[in-house]
């Protein structure tokens, strides 16, 4: 295709006039049907390497995901543009499924967003068989290697697709991978002589500070009172974001916070506040950030470090989008790296730790050995940990093992808002409402208030449509469980919480199988990259950017110039030359005639440093003291 025709898809939509460094050679690859791998940092804009080409080829594109929250912020994105796009997701029913891929099939649908355990249900294969698809889009690549910081089972099933659609050219994208990772990715996916495109992950415009600081809360104020613009402070649970907000509020900085916890309203409301700028720094924990594209944050602070550097450079990153000078500042003090020593040392499970995780999770969801399979349950992770007494991140990283030997599915905390279709045709319905009168108003209400409602599922707001039918949500609520019951409608209440599932049925804990090579490799992994970012902390001698890209595999990277370790060594090298200029000026003036030591030290504005001049002097034999008085040595 045409350059200008890509470059006029670009502008119609996203309102860019240029790409950025690499998307279009990136575009011209995938409609050259090759296989791509795309390795752009954080802010890079990786979806507009499918998104623009998908848009331009006859059929639909697949992206696989494995972050719902991420794949219903696109969905929803490009819905917003006027573009057909559907998510399937292990939150969603199977009728909601069903009606989504047969839409694929038949409706203008352009893009199809699916988890990677969907892909290979029969329901999703069936309907795959019919598809025109042209393009399979694979984010978030790294999950699919061994190697990659965040491994998912389900990602290895991916190159399975291509005995289906052996033509289709497929492109990986990633924001976190080393070589080691890139290289796994085309292999796992059964690449067919992949272009590597790889932007350098330097970010000239991003100033990286660690500082050991004991009082935070004072470094923070400072922080945000010498900066202007948006700003993000993560830190490390959900009682310290709110501590924090009204912190900064009490010195004056418009904050807000935001956690996982929160009621979804509350978090949509709290995210756009601070989106429009009517709230200038947001407190978060890492549960923010994903599909963020806000381009104007010039400082993101970590109060607390995170435990590995591919999380901090993705968090850092979501500042100075727009290419202006931004901040990725990191706080920390001599407890925090000790935190992190004795994480590496002890945060990861014995294998009879696992099996008696594994047995309280079967407790916790009450089933019996052998029934769960494929079925997705509501899992409130704080709950079970306390109603259990387990350490969290123990527990976490046994959770981990289970879903790395497939015994476990584990799907990311997202807002499910309620969803609503109509079953029956517009006759029955009619007939349905002259024989109950008394839900003929909500069902008037739902008509007119959302349109496709008897081809898919629609989501709704209780609140809404108790407000335009003048009744309680209760009320409202009723009512839709009713007309489900009676079979009139879907209706699917609104769900936060993550979803555990068991895909092969529960099993006795005392027959769990941890394979060893995979155990191990596991303990070394988090070892390793925990390590370096213990190593990266501690060491203030290496500039902190080079450091990073040196790990990302760029080992050809030069100091940055900009980080606290370049600022220190240029405070140096200036207080060098002063030093060197102090020298001069003291030694002009003894030369003139001897003057006494202490009319010479009151000459100079800074003392100590006359005093340390005058001793290095006297030592190197340059001037000779007598007495009160100081001379040039002839």
């Not at 923070?220 to 709110?242: D, H, M, P, Q």
């Not at 009450?366 to 709950?383: M, V």
């Not at 209400?445 to 081809?455: N, P, Q, W």
């Not at 003139?592 to 006359?610: A, G, M, N, R």
Request: with cysteine; charged share 25%.
């Amino acid at each position: 295709m045409a350059t200008s025709n890509i470059q006029q898809v670009l502008k119609k939509y996203w309102g860019y006039d240029k790409f950025r460094p690499l998307q279009e050679d990136i575009i011209h690859a995938v409609l050259s049907k090759k296989d791509s791998i795309a390795l752009l940092p954080t802010g890079g804009g990786k979806s507009i390497c499918f998104q623009v080409p998908g848009l331009t080829l006859d059929g639909i594109t697949i992206v696989i995901s494995p972050l719902v929250a991420l794949m219903k912020d696109q969905v929803d994105n490009l819905k917003s543009k006027g573009i057909k796009a559907v998510c399937i997701s292990s939150l969603m029913t199977y009728r909601e499924i069903d009606i989504a891929l047969d839409n694929c099939i038949y409706g203008s649908v352009k893009f199809l967003y699916v988890s990677p355990e969907r892909i290979l249900t029969e329901l999703f294969i069936a309907r795959l068989k019919k598809m025109n698809v042209a393009l399979i889009a694979i984010d978030e690549a790294h999950c699919i290697s061994q190697w990659g910081y965040d491994f998912r089972p389900s990602y290895l099933q991916i190159a399975k697709l291509r005995e289906y659609l052996p033509k289709v050219p497929v492109i990986a994208l990633t924001a976190t991978a080393t070589e080691e990772v890139i290289s796994d990715i085309g292999s796992r996916l059964e690449m067919i002589n992949p272009i590597h495109f790889r932007k350098s992950f330097e970010r000239n415009n991003l100033s990286y500070l660690f500082l050991n600081e004991s009082d935070k809360e004072n470094r923070l104020i400072k922080i945000f009172r010498k900066t202007t613009g948006s700003g993000i402070v993560y830190a490390r649970n959900r009682r310290l974001t709110a501590e924090i907000a009204n912190l900064l509020q009490n010195h004056g900085i418009s904050s807000d916070f935001y956690h996982a916890g929160l009621d979804p309203e509350q978090r949509n409301q709290k995210q756009a506040d601070w989106i429009a700028g009517k709230v200038r720094v947001i407190v978060c924990t890492n549960a923010f950030g994903m599909g963020i594209d806000k381009p104007d944050v010039r400082v993101v602070v970590h109060y607390n470090p995170p435990d590995c550097i591919e999380a901090y450079f993705q968090e850092a990153g979501r500042a100075g989008r727009d290419g202006n000078l931004a901040y990725g500042t990191l706080l920390y003090d001599d407890k925090d790296i000790s935190e992190l020593e004795y994480q590496l040392k002890n945060a990861f499970p014995e294998k009879e730790e696992v099996r008696k995780v594994y047995q309280a999770l079967v407790n916790f969801f009450q089933l019996a050995t052998g029934s769960g399979k494929e079925e997705y349950l509501e899992f409130d992770f704080d709950l079970f940990c306390k109603s259990y007494n387990l350490n969290q991140v123990r527990t976490h990283k046994a959770l981990d093992l289970l879903a790395r030997n497939s015994y476990l599915v584990l799907t990311d905390a997202v807002f499910m808002p309620s969803r609503l279709m109509f079953k029956v045709n517009k006759n029955e319905l009619y007939d349905y409402q002259l024989r109950f009168p008394k839900m003929d108003a909500l069902i008037k209400v739902a008509l007119r208030s959302y349109s496709g409602i008897f081809d898919e599922f629609v989501a709704i707001k209780e609140k809404d449509l108790a407000y335009r039918t003048k009744t309680s949500v209760e009320q409202v609520t009723k009512n839709l469980d009713l007309l489900n019951k009676h079979e009139i409608v879907h209706y699917i209440k609104q769900s936060i919480l993550p979803k555990v599932c068991f895909p092969n049925g529960v099993i006795r804990a005392k027959d769990l199988f941890l394979d060893k090579e995979t155990y191990e490799l596991r303990k070394k992994q988090i070892e390793t990259r925990n390590g370096a970012f213990i190593q990266l902390l501690k060491n203030a001698q290496i500039c902190r950017s080079q450091q990073m890209l040196n790990y990302f595999g760029e080992k050809d990277a030069k100091p940055c110039g900009r980080c606290d370790v370049c600022l220190q060594r240029k405070a140096k090298i200036i207080n060098s030359k002063q030093l060197l200029s102090l020298e001069t000026q003291i030694v002009s003036r003894i030369s003139e005639k001897p003057i006494e030591y202490e009319i010479l030290i009151e000459q100079f504005d800074s003392s100590t440093e006359v005093i340390e001049i005058i001793r290095f002097l006297i030592g190197k034999g340059t001037i000779v003291q007598e007495g009160k008085w100081l001379k040039l040595r002839i």
